[in-house]
Every structure is written in C-alpha cells, then in structure tokens.
C-alpha cells in the first residue's frame, strides 16, 4: 500500500506537486513488475479557511471551486499516466462521516480536549505557532507574516503518546527517511517536547462540522491525514472493509519534506489513539525547484506539467523528474536542461540506439532478427554487463533512490552504443564472409535493448511499449530478466521505425515556450510576438501640461509619435512625477494617458505613478477604473514601494508580465535601482533571460521632463529583461 500526500485544493498543482505522484506511480510499478499486489492512493485535501477564502474572492461556493480545482489536479495526475488505484477527496461523503466518528471517539477517550487557543495564526499554512516557533516573526514553514489568533478550539493531547512515539522511532529507523528527517524531527519537535495540537476552528466554516458541537469543524490536518485509512474502508465503529484488514498498515507515504512533521509526528500519534498501528515509513522527498528557487504562485516562478507536456511528450517529462530527483537534496527543473537532457539522453543514448538497430536490421536483413551464434569475447562482456544491472536496479528502487535506479537503466543502452562501436555492423556488412556474424551482432543489440526497455517500464511506460511494438516483443517479467537471449530467434522488426524522440533546438524551444506561456497563461489571448526586440525612449518634455497636444497629429512637446504608431507595439510605458496643470485630477490625467496609448497603438499600458499622489483612500485606482484603461488589479499597491514596477520586474520576470495590464502607483528612485546589490546581481543574470528575448517587438518608454531619468532608468531596465544593453536602445 503506496499512498501520495492528497494535493491541497487552492489551485493547479505545479510541476514540484506532480513530482510526487509521478514517483509515487514508479515505485508502484516496479513493486507490480516485482509481483507485489499494490494499492496505490492519491487525491485532494478540500477543506480549510484558504479554500473559503479562494472561493470568496471566486464569487463561487467553497465546494463549487473545489470541485472545479480537484478536477484539475486529476486532469493532470491521468496526463502524466499516474496508475492510482483510488482518487479520494476529503469532501467525499464516507470520509466525512468517517472523520466525525474518530473525532468523537477521540474525544470519549479524553484524548480530545475543549479549551480555547491565543497565539499566532499563519492562514495558508492554517497553523498555530507560538512566538518563540517563529522565525524572524514570520511562519517557520512558508515564511509569510502570521497574525495573532484568539478563539475557542478543541485540543489533542500530543504529549499523551510522545514518549511511545519517541520509542517507536529509535526502534524502528527505517520509519522515517531519509535519516536527515528522522534526525530533525527528533531534535527539534520530540525531544525539546509536544505542544496539545489544535483539532477545531470556530473561525470560518468550510470543513467537516464536529456532530456534538457543530459550531466547530474538524481542523484540516485530522480531515486530511485520516484519508489514508479511510480511503481503504476503515471504520471506528470496528465494521473495516477486506481492503483495510489486508493493506493497513501502510507500506509506504510518500510526502514532501515540509509536511514530515504532520505525518511523523501528528499522524502516528493518532493512530495510537485509534490503536491502529503505524505506518511502515514515511519519506520525505525533497523538493523539485525552479532555477534556484522554491517554486510558488507566490514568486511568479511556477512551471506546470502539462506546459511540459506540450513541449516534451509525458514520458520525457517523467524521466526528467524521476532522473533529476536526488535522494535527500533538491532537484532542479530548467527549460533548458529539459532541453540538454532531451538530446543527450533521450534522443541520442536512447532514441538514436533503437532507431539505428532496427534501421540496420532492416537494411542488412529486411528486418529479421536471428541469433547466428557467431559470438566473440565482446559479446560475453556485454551480456555481463547487462545481466548485472538488474539487480543494481533492483537494490536502488529498494532505497526509493529513483533517480539513482533510472541512471542504472540507461547504462544499459549506453553500454549497446559502445557494443556498436566496437563491433561496427557497417564494416561487417561489407564482408559476405562476416553476415552470420553480423547477424549475430543485430540480435545481440535487440535483446539488450528488450531487458534495458523492461526496466525502463516503471519509470516511462509509454515508451516501454513504443519500443517493445518496434521489434515486436512482448513484455517480460523482471524474473525473465536473468536471463540473455529471450528474444525469438527469427523475429522481425517494423519496417517503419519511428523516431521515439525529436532533438530540439534550445533557441527554437524557448521562442515556442514564450509564446505560449504568453498566449495561454499570462495574458490570456494570443500576441504576435516576434523576433526582433527594440526599445524606445523618447523625453515628450512635460507633455500633459503642454497646449499643443494634438490627438490627431499625435505630436507632443514637438515631437511627433506619428511614426512610432504600430500595430506591433505591444507594451507601453508611461513614467511621469506628480500631476501638473491643467490635468491635475486622476481621471483627466487618466484619459490622457489612454488616449496615448491609443495612439501608440499599444496593447498594453503600464502606468509608473508616485506615492506623492495618493491620499491613502486609492484615488488615483479608482478614478483611473473609469476611464479607459483598465487595470485588472483588485487592490493596487498604494504607498512609497523601492522601484515598484522595474524592481519587481527584475526581481521576478513572470510577476512583471502578469502585471503588463496593471496600473503600479508607488515610489521609485533612480539611485534605489540602478546601485542597489539587489540589481547589480540580477542584472548579471540575463538569463532569467532568454526566456524573454522575443517577448516585446516595441517598448515604448514615455516620461515628461521630471520622469526622464526614471525613464531612461526603465528603458534600460527594460532592455536589460529584453537581453539587450542599453547602449542598443534607439534615441538615449
């Protein structure tokens, strides 16, 4: 019994979320492989004050957004070919009436407790923290502020089974892994000792109501750990179904690290007050990161499987994940190893072997594959070497090193290029007296590329069976594997062998991947985005207090924009200081700046405005949603904000382009940006980059006289997003 942490409701998993259910589905199909009867459990965790929240702003109901966001999540976990036995949800009916009766049998058994809690709340966490678990007085979990809480709650007695858990850990080590989790569990929450662990709310409604005090719903952590035995027919009433008696306990949960210490420490403790016993282990998997960082909707960084997908085909996206997964330390996803693992790899150590050997088949034999039984001392080391890996496989996947496990796999179709090499079927074709040899050679490569194709089957099932059609072989049982020479001596190969994965151009790639991030998940429509980058600076001089604006001549402060209008111009900016006569009410000045906009022909406009001009009742937000240019920002950030708009794009490239519709009030000093270390050291990473360098065909950067050096400031900091310098932008 392998079961996944139950993904959490608020909105579309990531990449990093779909890591684990896509190494959860390995293992599951290599302990099938291996012969073991596997139930293998994934699903949604759907109640808490962020869902009620998320739906609020929604404008839907709590269980109409769920219901909306769980589709989603298994939308994506069936793309990636995820083998789950069950999908369980928490607002299933028999979990939720499951739920109630532990509660209240944990509540007759005194192990549940009324009281009322005070200290600090972090709402996405939905977790309680005293002051001094506090970090810098932000959550220790997701660093995010925490406000102080107080409200009548119902309490579980950790400390009652603290020492038993205690126990249980020092006597069974393999519990916890990798051992670094075991290790900060122990120190830093068992020993120093338990805190009684808040199991109610009375703040907000959206959960499972506590049936004796139903003003009270059961606290998300007892909903959402309990999943993995209701979800197999447990019962507190005692009537457990035949799936219970024969898979609890579990096997296996396979979590990620930041939530070890709900299932190491919260979960056991309350099989204990169930006296059921504990899970056989739960490992923390490391987390799958975005460049160098943790990825969150948050940070603007998210990539999301089936974005991958689209690109690279499921299975190429499976054995990035499973392959660039260490054991204990964090992964890192990029479009460009994507990219050099899709060639190197996929392509050319996998792709390109069978291709050839079946290519060569064809060619030299019309495809018939037959063992002469000419071998020579090459052939005994490739069969060693073939037959070994196995077991080397085996060992890995014992230790859930996954990753370690698929590298074991691709020594062996590393080893058949090598075994080309150094046999060269081209040169023996050559000699008619060499065909038996030949021959001999080509069945040689099948076979081992039927075993490595074998192994390969947990971790890219699709590609298992593309192979194994190619040269028509069946599939074999990892027992079958101790074996060299199963293959039907006189078989033959498709005459039309496919090509199993395209090398990809990385410059190609990342136009293809701008555009579509563009057209599908940032602005929602499609732009024809182009090539060639140019960015434009020009000093109208004061312009809204000049007289001789003019509409239709488009020229202000005598120059003339005329010529600038282009369809092409996607982006505008607009860089002023505080109001000047005669345009000194937000929404004159608004429709000022929509009518140039208008008549740059510009898709979007991007407004630089200063806190001088707020009087802290968002006037500038409101009037400004009146006129024509409207922002899609529900609560604009008011106040003096370092370098709002450039900084934060600079800081994080996604966040900017999701803001392309936005109007930014806020303060920004030259100064501020162009020395802070903050910049010099993103400005030296133009690579968060090259994801950007077809974006924006025309950015117009416009500023009255007291904004041009903000301006020119954002010009350049422009160019710099647009991979140029500033010494490329027209009219400095």
Same mark, same amino acid.
């Given at each position: ?353 069978? %291709? ?87 069945? %040689? ?288």
């Amino acid at each position: 019994y392998i079961s996944t942490a139950i993904a959490y409701t608020s909105g579309k998993p990531h990449i990093g979320n779909t890591y684990e259910v896509v190494l959860a589905d390995a293992i599951a199909r290599f302990k099938r492989q291996q012969g073991y009867d596997v139930y293998f459990q994934t699903g949604t965790d759907e109640h808490g004050q962020k869902i009620e929240l998320k739906a609020e702003e929604a404008g839907v109901t709590p269980k109409e957004f769920v219901d909306n966001v769980s589709g989603e999540i298994k939308r994506i976990w069936d793309l990636m070919n995820t083998s789950y036995d069950k999908f369980i949800r928490t607002t299933d009916e028999d979990h939720e009436k499951q739920v109630q009766k532990i509660f209240k049998k944990m509540y007759a058994k005194g192990d549940i407790y009324k009281g009322e809690y005070e200290g600090m709340y972090c709402t996405p966490c939905e977790s309680f923290f005293t002051e001094s678990q506090l970090v810098d007085g932000k959550c220790p979990d997701c660093g995010r502020p925490c406000v102080p809480a107080k409200e009548e709650a119902y309490f579980f007695k950790m400390s009652k089974y603290a020492d038993r858990l205690i126990e249980h850990i020092k006597t069974h080590p393999e519990f916890i892994q990798p051992e670094s989790r075991k290790n900060e569990m122990m120190n830093n929450f068992l020993l120093p000792g338990l805190q009684d662990l808040c199991v109610s709310r009375t703040s907000f409604k959206w959960g499972i109501p506590v049936d004796f005090d139903p003003k009270h719903v059961v606290y998300v952590w007892l909903d959402a750990l309990t999943n993995y035995i209701t979800g197999i027919g447990y019962d507190c009433d005692g009537d457990n179904s035949e799936l219970f008696n024969k898979m609890w306990p579990a096997d296996l949960h396979l979590i990620g690290k930041d939530i070890i210490r709900f299932h190491t420490i919260y979960w056991p403790i309350f099989l204990m007050s169930l006296d059921l016993p504990l899970p056989k282990q739960v490992f923390g998997h490391p987390w799958l990161l975005q460049g160098d960082g943790k990825m969150s909707k948050s940070k603007g960084n998210v990539i999301y499987a089936d974005e991958l997908v689209d690109f690279f085909g499921v299975d190429a996206v499976r054995y990035f994940v499973l392959h660039e997964m260490p054991f204990d330390n964090d992964g890192v996803i990029t479009w460009e190893l994507m990219v050099e693992r899709m060639n190197s790899e996929l392509a050319n150590t996998l792709g390109n072997l069978v %291709n050839r050997t079946i290519s060569m088949s064809n060619k030299y034999f019309g495809g018939v594959v037959e063992n002469k039984g000419v071998t020579e001392p090459v052939d005994d080391d490739l069969k060693s070497f073939i037959l070994s890996v196995p077991a080397k496989v085996d060992a890995k996947m014992e230790k859930l090193r996954v990753a370690d496990a698929i590298t074991e796999v691709f020594t062996i179709f590393k080893r058949c290029n090598k075994y080309i090499d150094e046999t060269m079927p081209w040169a023996l074709a050559k000699d008619e007296s060499k065909q038996d040899r030949l021959a001999t050679v080509l069945y %040689n490569l099948v076979e081992g590329i039927c075993i490595g194709t074998t192994l390969l089957e947990s971790f890219m099932p699709d590609t298992t069976k593309r192979i194994l059609g190619q040269l028509n072989a069946s599939e074999r049982s990892l027992e079958d594997l101790k074996t060299f020479g199963l293959y039907p001596s006189g078989n033959k190969v498709t005459d039309k062998p496919e090509i199993l994965f395209a090398r990809m151009d990385i410059k190609e790639v990342m136009e293809k991947v701008n555009e579509a991030l563009y057209e599908s998940k940032l602005i929602g429509y499609p732009r024809p985005w182009k090539n060639k980058v140019r960015t434009f600076c020009q000093n109208p001089g004061g312009f809204v207090a000049q007289e001789n604006y003019d509409n239709d001549l488009a020229v202000v402060n005598g120059h003339s924009f005329k010529d600038k209008k282009s369809e092409n111009t996607n982006l505008a900016i607009l860089v002023s200081h505080n109001f000047t006569e005669p345009f000194n009410q937000p929404i004159e000045y608004a429709q000022k700046v929509g009518e140039l906009t208008n008549m740059l022909g510009a898709g979007h406009i991007m407004v630089q405005r200063f806190g001088d001009i707020l009087d802290g009742k968002r006037t500038w937000q409101y009037e400004l949603n009146k006129s024509n240019v409207k922002p899609t920002l529900k609560d604009a950030v008011a106040g003096d904000i370092t370098a709002a708009m450039p900084y934060r794009a600079m800081t994080n490239i996604i966040e900017f382009i999701k803001m392309l519709d936005i109007v930014v009030p806020g303060f920004a000093s030259t100064e501020t940006l162009l020395y802070s270390p903050e910049l010099k050291f993103y400005s030296n990473k133009v690579k968060m980059d090259e994801n950007l360098n077809t974006n924006i065909l025309n950015l117009h950067c416009l500023c009255d006289s007291s904004g041009w050096t903000r301006g020119l400031m954002m010009a350049s900091v422009m160019g710099v997003l647009m991979g140029q310098k500033l010494s490329d932008a027209e009219n400095n």
